[in-house]
Nanobody, 123 residues
């Protein structure tokens, strides 16, 4: 499966963005999906994950209450709604897919990755 992340941009602190991750090649409905991010000079970190059906979601503590992960399997797309953006949310955001439908927080659990979309938060 090929993943294409989009929706990043430059936004002021307190603003919102919605990131999208569109899949091609195979249906996403059998994949566990996640978003990760990598800030300048830092390691890539887990942000959120969602089960195959979309019923179960998981978040890093740093984004709980501000980020919402969702999916539309009919559109083969996963979303990340980001609200109340903070300066520290500045990063490249990546979507990832687990071919066994698992939802984990470790990078190594994911088999396919999108190219990343840049989110920059200004003060």
């Amino acid at each position: 499966v090929q993943l294409q992340a989009s929706g990043g941009g430059l936004v002021q602190a307190g603003g919102s963005l919605r990131l999208s991750c569109a899949a091609s090649g195979r249906t996403l409905s059998t994949y566990g999906m996640a978003w990760f991010r990598q800030a300048p000079g830092k390691a890539r970190e887990f942000v959120a994950a969602i089960s195959m059906s979309g019923v179960s979601t998981y978040y890093a503590d740093s984004v709980k209450g501000r980020f919402t992960i969702s999916r539309d399997n009919a559109k083969n797309t996963v979303y990340l709604q980001i609200n109340s953006l903070k300066l520290e949310d500045t990063a490249v955001y990546y979507c990832a897919a687990n071919r066994y439908g698992r939802t984990r927080s470790g990078e190594s659990e994911y088999d396919y990755w999108g190219q990343g979309t840049q989110v920059t938060v200004s003060s």
